[in-house]
């Protein structure tokens, strides 16, 4: 890890631990408040390079916010916004990269070779921050997908769209 990075995470952990003590005092809201700040946003995406970003749109349930995913001192990850909300009701909520833009609203078996679970979803609202494998090749990734693993369900999705300053590997 480079010393700029390590810069950023302890000020990114710093932000949010200050964060946390204050969410004691006012909970949710004040970490939303806390988190739409563009400072903040500007902040944790210092030194990123965006290669992909899209809208999330409505499948199942009203899903709204976008999704970026950048690489930062050659980790890529995906970035979810503040602006992000999905439903609280599904339960078991994943993100998915599919390689398809329309992804469908159930998932058959013989589809799991075709995308890649990042796992379950940190929360229903606000930014997040999932790490994707190094060893994932990101050329036919289309589509980030909040999924319903339990209901088999799609709940919404976000059509990616290449950078034009990137490039995919």
């Not at 909970?27 to 290669?51: M, V």
């Amino acid at each position: 890890m480079r010393l700029g990075h390590l810069f950023r995470l302890g000020i990114a952990s710093t932000v949010f631990s200050s964060i946390a003590l204050a969410g004691a005092v006012n909970s949710q809201n004040l970490f939303h408040a806390q988190l739409d700040q563009p400072e903040l946003r500007k902040l944790i995406l210092a030194g990123s390079q965006e290669l992909m970003k899209g809208a999330f749109q409505t499948a199942e349930a009203p899903t709204t916010g976008n999704a970026t995913i950048v690489e930062e001192d050659g980790i890529r990850y995906l970035l979810i916004d503040s602006e992000f909300s999905t439903t609280e009701q599904a339960p078991d909520l994943h993100i998915l990269l599919d390689t398809v833009k329309l992804p469908p609203q159930k998932y058959a078996e013989a589809e799991s070779g075709r995308y890649i679970n990042l796992g379950g979803i940190q929360n229903t609202m606000g930014m997040q921050r999932y790490p994707i494998p190094d060893s994932l090749d990101l050329a036919p990734v289309k589509s980030v997908v909040i999924w319903c693993r339990m209901a088999n369900a799609t709940m919404g999705y976000a059509t990616l769209n290449q950078s034009s300053t990137a490039s995919i590997k």
